[in-house]
């Protein structure tokens, strides 16, 4: 489990200095967060992001040290294309789990899929660059509520936060309504979040809130559920329970397109692995925090690594897969949240093989979903 700083001057998360969780489920979020929406024709992997960043954070700690998140220091070598969609990404990835891992997310639905379908409104019209990103329902609740109106930001550069959490506020409220559907008015937070993933550096989250009220639809509870469930069927392949749900609930689905749900591809988990390469830099380009925490070892060493990430689905998801075809047995409030701090274990361990490491994260969360992420590393050279 890593250790991240936190910056909460607004107090959404009671003015914590740090959060702790595993990478595996901000990984496991990103994942579902991006899971393509089927208002697109074009259908890139929905998975792509579980293996993509399985080493963004420095996975080269000292076993007895202190597990702070340290973002990789070779990402210094990136170019700035390349920078910017890492820490967008992990800027994703990172401000959901830290909602997830203190308040428990119990539904989820992207902004601007909800702009599209014409369900959401703003101040100023635009296109994704006017809207925050994420509509979520809560387990427990912020400042009374159990929505929440969430900007996620990213940036590599250390002296961003500010300025990407002013951006964030303006995004947040340029909101006046959430779905066309009866109202009833909820002071809902409007939370942005920016992550700076600074190479070498602890990783710090950044946390703003602008909150005011506007209409909500008494639905919105239901919806957010059953899309949060298709998003999370949809990364783990198995887009055809996904566009099952997504059908009974009317959400955007492929059947609206014409395509029968016999053609869609099924998938009970997912599975993927990496392999990748890597050397530390030189003393000079490590923040004095990394430098107490990594293996310093490995310094100017060739490493190899390779992670091996299985998702499973949460007990929601299996149920409403079993099922979907009985509207009678059609439960969402299937295994909600009971205690979302429960059930993160991660272990660090030295391997049966001389001189390679592994490092294991077991996220099993209270909804009965669970992430495994196994990082192995090795130093091919004296």
Not at 120 to 147: E, N, Y
Not at 184 to 193: Q, S
Not at 363 to 368: C, E, L, R, V
Request: hydrophobic share 40%.
């Amino acid at each position: 489990m890593f250790q991240f700083e936190l910056n909460d001057s607004t107090n959404i998360f009671s003015g914590a200095s740090f959060l702790q969780f595993n990478l595996a489920r901000a990984l496991k979020l990103l994942a579902y967060a991006t899971a393509p929406s089927p208002g697109s024709r074009y259908q890139p992997g929905a998975s792509w992001s579980v293996v993509k960043y399985g080493t963004a954070i420095e996975p080269r700690l000292l076993p007895s040290a202190t597990q702070i998140a340290i973002a990789n220091a070779g990402i210094w070598d990136l170019d700035p294309h390349q920078k910017t969609v890492l820490a967008d990404d992990m800027g994703v990835g990172i401000a959901l789990a830290a909602l997830d891992v203190v308040f428990g997310i119990d539904g989820l639905w992207d902004c601007y899929s909800l702009w599209l379908q014409g369900h959401l409104q703003l101040s100023l019209d635009g296109r994704h660059g006017r809207m925050p990103d994420f509509l979520v329902s809560l387990h427990r609740s912020i400042k009374g509520s159990q929505f929440a109106l969430l900007e996620c930001k990213g940036s590599t550069r250390n002296n961003a936060a500010a300025e990407q959490l002013t951006s964030a506020c303006v995004q947040l409220n340029n909101v006046n309504r959430v779905l066309r559907l009866p109202k009833k008015n909820h002071g809902i937070p409007r939370v942005g979040i920016a992550t700076v993933v600074h190479p070498g550096a602890p990783v710090v989250i950044h946390v703003s809130d602008p909150p005011e009220e506007f209409p909500l639809p008494a639905q919105i509870l239901t919806m957010l559920q059953a899309n949060y469930v298709a998003l999370e069927l949809a990364a783990l392949g198995d887009t055809a329970a996904s566009d099952s749900v997504r059908s009974r609930y009317r959400l955007p689905s492929w059947g609206t397109l014409g395509i029968p749900n016999r053609d869609l591809p099924t998938s009970a988990i997912l599975a993927l692995d990496q392999m990748a390469v890597a050397t530390l830099p030189a003393n000079e380009r490590i923040s004095k925090k990394a430098r107490e925490t990594l293996d310093l070892d490995l310094m100017h060493k060739f490493c190899l690594s390779r992670s091996h990430l299985v998702l499973e689905p949460s007990k929601r998801a299996i149920a409403m897969r079993a099922e979907v075809n009985d509207e009678s047995k059609l439960h969402l409030d299937i295994a909600k949240h009971s205690d979302v701090k429960a059930g993160i274990t991660a272990e660090y361990t030295i391997d049966a093989s001389p001189g390679i490491r592994r490092r294991v994260e077991n996220d099993a969360a209270p909804d009965g979903s669970r992430a495994t992420l196994t990082i192995d590393i090795w130093s091919a050279s004296s």
